[in-house]
């Protein structure tokens, strides 16, 4: 692999297109409008956790959700103890309005006794001996507990050796800050992050040589991962946001990418 050429075309990628200007539609579009770190951390998990399917009804349900927790959620959830907030008939796909009101609610406990998502996930790190990825498994399961029998759709774990795209996702908007993420998360740093993995980034990422690998997992988001830290150690998730621009953006052709590693 040419890894200067690659560098090069990626940072001048991360240069035309990682603009806020050109989020919408995106459902950190959403995150944007809250100021305080402890709102915008709230927003920015519903959004996260809805982030499947359609990205036309991704934005709807965000917004649906959101609408519901007035200007401060944390507020909101510090003060609420009813927690039929989301109607019923709510539907996302696999999410049903029970799904989120559970979230709602785990989220509501771990403020009331920590005090912030953050606070609560940086105990986790503890916990884990700062082990990322052991920490996001408790993390997880404090916002899945209640649940109905099941899966819960809303929340993915590393145990469960699925790629965790979303859960991922919010990592890298709480913690990387430039003009498209947010950042405002302390507790770990941007070089810490995995890259968020779907079957678009996996099929980037093969065109780039980062991974043969057939399946978008775990396994194949921490390969993806070291690829890009090849690039830029201190951030490799970086470049996520303009490389999911292909197909989105005119002039933007995912079969070019084959040519960098050339």
Not at 5 to 22: I, N, P
Not at 117 to 134: G, V
Not at 178 to 203: A, R, S, Y
Not at 243 to 260: M, Y
């Amino acid at each position: 692999m040419n890894t200067e050429k690659l560098k090069f075309f990626l940072e001048g990628l991360y240069y035309v297109y990682q603009r806020r200007e050109l989020i919408n539609p995106d459902p950190l579009y959403f995150l944007y409008k809250y100021k305080d770190v402890r709102d915008l951390e709230i927003a920015g998990l519903i959004a996260a956790s809805l982030a499947y399917g359609r990205v036309a009804q991704i934005m709807k349900s965000v917004e649906k959700v959101l609408s519901c927790l007035t200007d401060s959620p944390h507020e909101f959830l510090t003060a609420n103890r009813n927690f039929e907030i989301v109607p019923e008939n709510f539907k996302h796909r696999f999410t049903t309005g029970e799904d989120i009101n559970i979230l709602l609610a785990n989220i509501s406990e771990i403020i009331k006794n920590f005090g912030t998502l953050e606070n609560f996930f940086e105990i986790c790190m503890k916990n884990s001996n700062e082990n990322i990825f052991a920490a996001l498994d408790k993390f997880s399961d404090k916002l899945s507990q209640n649940k109905k029998d099941g899966a819960f759709s809303l929340v993915t774990a590393p145990k469960d050796g699925s790629a965790c795209k979303r859960i991922f996702l919010y990592l890298k908007w709480l913690v990387r800050r430039d003009d498209v993420d947010p950042g405002g998360w302390k507790v770990i740093k941007p070089k810490d992050l995995t890259v968020p993995t779907d079957t678009h980034m996996h099929n980037i990422a093969t065109k780039l040589g980062f991974t043969s690998r057939k399946s978008a997992d775990l396994k194949t988001a921490v390969e993806i991962t070291e690829g890009f830290r090849k690039i830029c150690p201190e951030d490799p998730a970086k470049y996520d946001f303009v490389l999911t621009r292909f197909g989105i953006r005119a002039g933007l052709n995912v079969n070019e990418l084959s040519d960098l590693i050339s």
